[in-house]
């Protein structure tokens, strides 16, 4: 079974409208760190943001949130007002114990095109 | 800012050639890791490294080895390179030990197996 799910393959959405990017997870870990991940064409990985299972709060960086909902094992990107250099593959990524890096587990990820 | 720097950007070699994929880090960092990616399947960790000279299976080390004799580089080598390793390698380097510490990733090499 998988363990992280995206299950939006594409999207395509306006300039300047908010996005959400979903992501479901699967663990029986009590702790565990999810992250976001960006891949622009450059084909560099780059750290969006990160929400670890004991915190109370949606984690927030900027323009991006994250919307965790623990009881749905729900982890989704929401992205306001987007631009258009915000066009790239957007990974969903979890780690199964709080400190373990070799258990950071990537979805498949989902390609969002921001329309002019 | 972390750098994480890989040898090359494009790759192209022949079915049986030995590649090595080389990944440099000038952070400290104890945690190296080689990950290929590929289209509908995401990314798929082959090696790690917690530390000079000790690695790690990941979930895909067939074809593979690695080797790290210093901290700051992991090599990626591929023995005898087949056309089923086509694929685009990241290396990611991260502190270990941290909650909210990230992987942070090289640019990629796209390696081309003919």
């Known amino acids: 079974a998988q363990k992280i799910t995206q299950t939006q393959p594409g999207m395509f959405v306006q300039e300047k409208e908010a996005v959400t990017l979903d992501c479901t997870y699967d663990?029986?870990?009590?702790?565990?760190?999810l992250f976001w991940y960006k891949q622009p064409s450059s084909g560099e990985m780059i750290f969006l943001i990160y929400?670890?299972?004991?915190?109370?709060q949606n984690a927030t960086e900027g323009r991006y949130s994250l919307n965790f909902q623990k009881a749905r094992k729900s982890a989704n990107l929401v992205i306001s007002a987007s631009q258009l250099g915000d066009s790239a593959m957007y990974f969903c990524?979890?780690?199964?114990?709080?400190?373990?890096?070799?258990?950071?587990?990537f979805g498949k990820g989902t390609r969002l095109h921001i329309l002019p | 800012d972390v750098k994480v720097t890989q040898s090359s950007r494009y790759l192209v070699k022949r079915t049986g050639e030995k590649v090595f994929l080389e990944c440099v880090q000038d952070?400290?960092?104890?945690?190296m890791f080689w990950y290929r990616q590929d289209p509908g399947l995401g990314l798929r960790l082959i090696y790690f490294?917690?530390?000079?000279?000790?690695?790690e299976k990941g979930d895909i080390p067939e074809g593979y080895s690695v080797s790290r004799e210093k901290k700051e580089r992991f090599s990626l080598i591929l023995e005898s390179a087949s056309t089923n390793q086509t694929s685009m390698y990241l290396c990611?380097?991260?502190?270990?030990?941290?909650?909210?510490?990230?992987?942070?990733f090289g640019p990629g090499t796209r390696l081309l197996v003919l």
């Open positions: 490294s917690y530390d000079v000279k000790m690695k």
């Open positions: 929400q670890g299972s004991y915190d109370q």
């Open positions: 990611a380097s991260s502190l270990g030990g941290q909650t909210k510490k990230t992987q942070y």
């Open positions: 663990t029986s870990d009590p702790s565990y760190g």
């Open positions: 990524a979890m780690r199964e114990g709080l400190y373990r890096d070799d258990k950071i587990i």
């Open positions: 952070m400290d960092h104890e945690n």
